[in-house]
């Protein structure tokens, strides 16, 4: 089936530095990437849409400034978190959603997250 | 808005025992509804989905059935297996331009020996 991965899958960084997380569909072209936040023992909550060559949509309550999502090429989109503070640290996960696919057979593809710790 | 509630884990059954893990939902109009999987270290999988009232989805021996009536999405094993230890998360969609997935908390399942 098809394959999300991302990178790294942990990273441990300072208060105040910036860190970009990876999101790569390995075998197919995905127009469409999804970035999502989860907490311990809570669901996973959306945080923003992103369309191939256009800006994301991001959820309420996101701060798109604090959050940079670049969906430059069909399979890859990145998620920068620019001056992490503690609070910031969660587990990132993405999903990639399959070029051509109409909609009512939607199908997302999910990577297997990144665990971000903000000292 | 909409929403998935499902049973707080962690469960723990022995091997061959009888799985259910409740979901219910609660969306407006007619929402698809899946389950997924975690397993350890691995993304998240989908397991089954249902699109329509009374439509059962199975696989790999799960199956769940979309009752409208008591909007519910009911997971359902007869016979677990060590190897199906993972976090499952019951979750819905409402199909349009945005297709935006609500899940829920997830529950973890663990199978002793």
């Known amino acids: 089936g098809a394959v999300v991965s991302q990178h790294p899958s942990r990273v441990i960084c300072k208060s105040g530095t910036s860190v970009k997380i990876e999101c790569r569909s390995l075998?197919?072209?995905?127009?469409?990437m999804f970035w999502y936040r989860q907490f311990p023992k809570q669901s996973l909550m959306l945080m923003a849409t992103?369309?191939?060559?256009?800006?994301?949509?991001?959820e309420q309550g996101v701060e798109k400034d604090k959050f940079l999502i670049n969906h430059a090429s069909l399979t890859l989109s990145t998620l920068t978190v620019t001056s992490a503070h503690p609070e910031d640290s969660s587990f990132y996960i993405c999903s990639a959603r399959e070029a051509g696919q109409s909609l009512d057979t939607d199908t997302q593809y999910f990577g297997p997250g990144t665990r971000l710790t903000v000292l | 808005g909409d929403s998935v509630t499902q049973m707080e884990g962690p469960v723990t059954l022995s091997e061959e025992a009888f799985l259910t893990i409740n979901c219910t939902y609660t969306a407006t109009g007619y929402p698809s509804l899946f389950w997924y999987v975690q397993y350890p270290g691995e993304g998240l999988q989908l397991l089954l989905k249902?699109?329509?009232?009374?439509d059962k989805g199975s696989n790999k021996g799960f199956e769940a059935t979309y009752r409208k009536e008591t909007t519910s999405f009911h997971l359902e094993k007869g016979s677990v297996q060590v190897s199906d230890s993972a976090v499952y998360f019951c979750a819905l969609i409402r199909y349009s331009s945005a297709s935006k997935i609500i899940f829920g908390s997830g529950t973890r399942l663990s199978i002793r020996p």
């Open positions: 075998d197919f072209q995905a127009t469409t």
């Open positions: 249902a699109t329509k009232a009374d």
């Open positions: 992103s369309n191939e060559g256009s800006k994301a949509t991001y």
